[in-house]
């Protein structure tokens, strides 16, 4: 809950600005793009008003008054003792005028309760209030300026204390009636799957101890569940005040919500509120609008509208994207928005891995600023390497500056051609098409920072004029000197030309470490689950967990006489060798099918491999159903994939390796009895694999492995777990190069399988 109370206090804690934003929003939701200060800026700001103070000035004052069960706490910006004065800074850009009222309202609301918090605790009879508002562009303060006397600014208080009341005391009555019945809670089926309980133990033994868990478990054991129940289990003895369940895919929250739906079912009245996020553009009613009350009709008097929608979706208690659109539209607001806004109501919430641990993360934000107890799920944490990667890394293409620069305004030429030179300087001695740099281009940087702080002033004077490849490129670049800033030896700079088209300019991060770092330590306890993260040295080191993460690696409650496990050695899948191999690889695909029809899937490097082989398998074996993935396929599309694969249905299915059909799906049963892996799943040898090889080497040794080989297979043993799903399952898997025979590669299968040549 929104700054909920912790086991030991008596009160329910809510922050200054969380009481306000509950009591005082009103109106319409406006995003039209006003460049606002970054943190950075917003901080120098505040450094500047308040070096602008004379002696005495107090900065960052801690405040807190109670209101019945209330407790209001939060830090006013300043106060000059001299002046009796209370100020609260606000940094902007651009013409003041054009603040939205709503907002306004909501400051003068904030240093209002401030006020009455300060002549609380120091006995003042009456205060001057001031709104300062400091224009980061011209460097200007604008003073708003009343006085208040300590009885108006208690009443005050009391009133927006009041308001928040009631939602506060059914808050508390929801922590409490939440809470005894997890410490009650029972496993929602009769017993645990092997290996299940393995898991929920060290999941639970984490949380107690507030530690992180690395978790390798077998496919198929039920992971979700597995960790999900445990942390609810452990939640109330640790006063958690949310659990956040993190996973890269669509599916991987689809578990968790039906994990979490089951949970509830098996406890009578559990009144437990589960969240769905989902991106913008997915929740999004009307795309061809633009987020304000003049466009959209769903952000016309939003905040209005919003206490009535709030209070319907946390009574239903169920809030996947269905549910909360349903009540969205009900109460004609946002949904997106209304999610957004249940965050701080929410006891579970379900989304992708960017809403806890990217730049600017919204659920870590959260946390921070609401110093909230959060436990962490991470679900098919293989995945988090990578895409932690791309989270701090920025890649800019000349291209894209080219085509702005045809249709800037006249004013912003200037700025453009100066970023264009300096990028046509940048490679202009560079012998070939890809080349690593040790140092940053500083002229460069320098020439794009201006171009930002150019585009910034623009829009900000002609905010109806904004061009969307304009602003696209304004983002672009912004992240990208944003990345800049942070570029140490965890990353890596690169430009590669693209002939007489310019060049693209990468800056990759390499080891995420620093940045995740801290969001493991803003959490109570984390868990990291897959069924392949080994060696787990790398994946600690690599994502920068504490050193006393606790290790674990579940058994497999599989046999060896489930799955039948072949290598296929007689065969190359290397690029060289595969159009030799074509012919021979579905040969062996028709001739296992003949031997026992039903349901298999096939996995290659890419799609071209997979076009080939498929290619001359339907021309070679007509009579056996055939279904390929497809380039590009969204989510309708791959249900109808899957939905191939029945109890009764016979077929092949050709996928790619490390793609939507290679994890995460379940096909227990006859709807799948084998699959065959083409390829190693090793990445590219490429430049910048190579570069990257390198860079893991310096800083962790074993370069080529964390590059090339523990990537590859752990994508193999993903896409191999996909067909023994249940203790009843049985099947083959045919793991197709002569390099599978190769000891390197074998350590690092699973250790119950008994290979077979």
């Not at 890269?248 to 009245?269: F, N, Q």
């Not at 929608?309 to 994207?321: K, L, N, P, Q």
């Not at 392949?532 to 993460?549: C, E, I």
């Not at 060798?577 to 890419?606: C, M, V, W």
């Amino acid at each position: 809950m929104g700054g909920a109370v912790r086991v030991s206090e008596p009160a329910y804690v809510v922050a200054v600005r969380a009481l306000c934003e509950f009591t005082a929003k009103q109106g319409d939701l406006d995003l039209r793009f006003t460049p606002a200060p970054t943190a950075l800026e917003g901080i120098a700001g505040h450094a500047t008003v308040a070096s602008r103070r004379a002696a005495g000035y107090e900065k960052e004052i801690s405040l807190s008054g109670r209101c019945g069960p209330l407790l209001v706490r939060g830090r006013a910006d300043g106060y000059d003792p001299a002046l009796n004065r209370l100020e609260e800074i606000k940094t902007f850009r651009g013409d003041l005028e054009r603040m939205p009222d709503n907002h306004r309202h909501l400051h003068w609301a904030q240093v209002r309760i401030y006020g009455h918090l300060l002549c609380q605790a120091r006995q003042l009879p009456e205060l001057q209030l001031a709104l300062v508002y400091y224009d980061i562009g011209r460097q200007k303060e604008t003073l708003l300026t009343e006085c208040a006397t300590a009885a108006g600014l208690q009443q005050f208080f009391d009133d927006q204390c009041g308001r928040f009341l009631a939602w506060a005391q059914q808050e508390m009555a929801h922590r409490a009636a939440r809470d005894e019945q997890l410490t009650a809670l029972r496993f929602p089926h009769a017993d645990f799957r092997p290996g299940q309980r393995a898991l929920a133990e060290a999941v639970y033994k984490g949380a107690s101890a507030g530690r992180c868990l690395l978790a390798q478990a077998p496919t198929g054991i039920g992971k979700t569940i597995g960790s999900l129940f445990p942390l609810l289990k452990a939640s109330p003895g640790q006063g958690l005040d949310k659990i956040f369940f993190l996973s890269a895919k669509t599916s991987g929250r689809a578990l968790a919500l039906e994990a979490s739906a089951r949970i509830k079912h098996s406890a009578a009245g559990l009144p437990l509120r589960v969240l769905e996020l989902v991106a913008r553009d997915k929740a999004c009613e009307h795309p061809d609008k633009a987020c304000h009350g003049e466009s959209c009709p769903l952000a016309q008097g939003f905040y209005d509208r919003l206490p009535q929608a709030r209070s319907a979706a946390v009574a239903s208690g169920a809030m996947d994207r269905e549910s909360l659109r349903e009540i969205a539209a009900e109460h004609g607001v946002c949904p997106y928005y209304l999610s957004q806004d249940l965050v701080r109501w929410s006891d579970v919430i379900v989304g992708d891995y960017n809403y806890y641990f990217d730049l600017s993360a919204m659920l870590y934000g959260f946390t921070i600023a609401n110093q909230w107890r959060v436990g962490v799920l991470v679900d098919e944490a293989h995945n988090m390497i990578e895409r932690a990667r791309k989270m701090y890394s920025a890649d800019m293409e000349q291209a894209a500056l080219k085509s702005v620069r045809q249709t800037a305004p006249p004013v912003l030429k200037r700025v453009l051609d100066r970023v264009n030179r300096q990028w046509n300087a940048l490679y202009k001695t560079q012998e070939g098409e890809y080349q690593r740099y040790a140092e940053l281009p500083d002229a460069f940087i320098q020439a794009l920072q201006q171009a930002v702080a150019d585009i910034t002033d623009y829009m900000t004077e002609h905010p109806a004029a904004v061009d969307s490849r304009l602003l696209q490129f304004y983002f672009d670049a912004m992240h990208f000197t944003r990345i800049a800033e942070l570029f140490d030896s965890h990353s890596l700079f690169d430009i590669t030309r693209h002939g007489g088209h310019g060049a693209t300019l990468c800056l990759r991060n390499i080891v995420p470490a620093t940045f995740l770092a801290p969001r493991f330590a803003a959490a109570h306890s984390t868990t990291l689950f897959s069924a392949t993260l080994s060696p787990w040295h790398f994946y600690s080191k690599t994502l920068g967990m504490p050193d006393n993460t606790a290790w674990l690696d579940v058994p497999s409650p599989f046999t060896a006489d489930q799955l039948s496990v072949r290598l296929v050695t007689g065969i190359s899948t290397r690029f060289q060798h595969r159009d030799r191999s074509l012919a021979p690889i579905a040969e062996l695909i028709a001739k296992q099918y003949t031997e026992q029809p039903g349901n298999y899937l096939t996995f290659f490097s890419s799609y071209d491999y997979l076009e080939k082989v498929a290619a001359v398998f339907a021309s070679r074996y007509p009579d056996i159903p055939l279904w390929q993935q497809a380039r590009r396929m969204d989510e309708r599309e791959r249900e109808h994939f899957l939905s191939r694969f029945t109890e009764t249905s016979q077929g092949v299915g050709f996928a790619v390796l490390g793609g939507a059909f290679a994890e995460g799906i379940d096909l227990p049963g006859a709807r799948l009895i084998g699959a065959f892996i083409a390829t190693l799943g090793l990445p590219q040898i490429n430049p910048v694999n190579e570069q990257v090889m390198l860079q893991m080497d310096k800083l962790f040794g074993q370069g080529y492995d964390c590059t090339y080989l523990y990537p590859g297979l752990q994508k193999v043993v993903q896409a191999a777990g996909r067909v023994i799903r249940t203790q009843q399952d049985r099947g083959v898997v045919y793991l197709i190069d002569d390099r599978f025979a190769r000891q390197e590669v074998r350590q690092l299968l699973p250790a119950w399988w008994q290979l077979a040549g």
